[in-house]
């Protein structure tokens, strides 16, 4: 998981923020955006950590990968739907 992070409270607290926001932004499926707009409104000493929890939840699965010719493009993989709104009930505190 993300390297740059001490436990697994804050990787977590981290990925449910992501995954809210692009759920808030309706991100699921073929509807995408840059990593880098997933990551804003993330505190400036967690956005290395963001960046590899990213990597992270598309390896697992979660965010679906578009490689375009301006970037890196994710997306929330609607076949995980129940657990990226469990992970989002769970660990989000907004």
């Known amino acids: 998981m993300a390297k740059r992070l001490k436990n697994s409270e804050e990787i977590n607290e981290i990925k449910a923020t992501v995954f809210d926001k692009l759920n ?3 991100k699921w499926g073929p509807i995408h ?3 880098e707009n997933a990551i804003k409104g993330i ?3 967690d956005i290395g950590a963001a ?3 990213i990597e992270d939840a ?3 699965g979660f965010l679906n ?3 375009t010719s ?3 493009q994710i997306s929330l993989n609607f076949k995980r739907k129940e657990e990226i709104k469990a992970i989002i009930e769970t660990y989000s505190y907004l």
């Open 33 to 35: 955006t840059s990593k």
């Open 65 to 67: 990968l578009k490689p």
């Open 43 to 45: 505190p400036s000493h």
């Open 70 to 72: 301006y970037g890196d």
């Open 58 to 60: 598309i390896k697992d």
């Open 24 to 26: 808030r932004r309706g």
């Open 51 to 53: 960046k590899d929890v």
